[in-house]
């Protein structure tokens, strides 16, 4: 005779099945009184970055590091060679002409780039007003 899924588990999947159950039907049976759920918007960014910025806005991650080939993958072309060889190209500072506009695929995503050149890696880390 065949048990039931919830008899056939350990002591610890049978309180998580429970809490699976409970947690279920407290979803379901939420009022209309509960707090609203926020949604963080961001402006939305168009151009030949704009895969970078999805990407980056989708990652739960702290820290997302990625390298200059994951990166081109990404976008579909290559980095320019200023990317490769030159810091600031991935922390600018703000001009009065403002910033370049790549760089708010990852500033407008809520992080700051920081490159290793060497290993031809980004470190996208998620600025301090925009974590969890």
């Known amino acids: 005779m065949m048990l039931p899924a919830p008899l056939r588990l350990g002591r610890n999947e049978r309180l ?3 809490w699976i159950q409970r947690w279920g039907s407290i979803a379901q049976n939420s009022t209309t009184g509960d707090a609203p759920v926020v949604t963080r918007r961001t402006p939305e960014i168009t ?11 989708n990652r739960y991650a702290d820290v997302v590091v990625l390298t200059f080939g994951q990166i081109e993958d990404l976008l579909g072309f290559a980095l320019p060679d200023l990317a490769r060889t030159y810091i600031a190209w991935w922390t600018p500072t703000a001009t009065s002409a403002g910033t370049p506009p790549y760089s708010d695929a990852w500033v407008l995503a809520g992080r700051t780039a920081t490159p290793n050149l060497l290993a031809k890696t980004v470190a996208f880390e998620r600025a301090m007003s925009h974590r969890h």
């Open 16 to 18: 998580m099945w429970k």
């Open 47 to 57: 151009g030949t970055y704009a895969a970078l910025h999805k990407y980056l806005e």
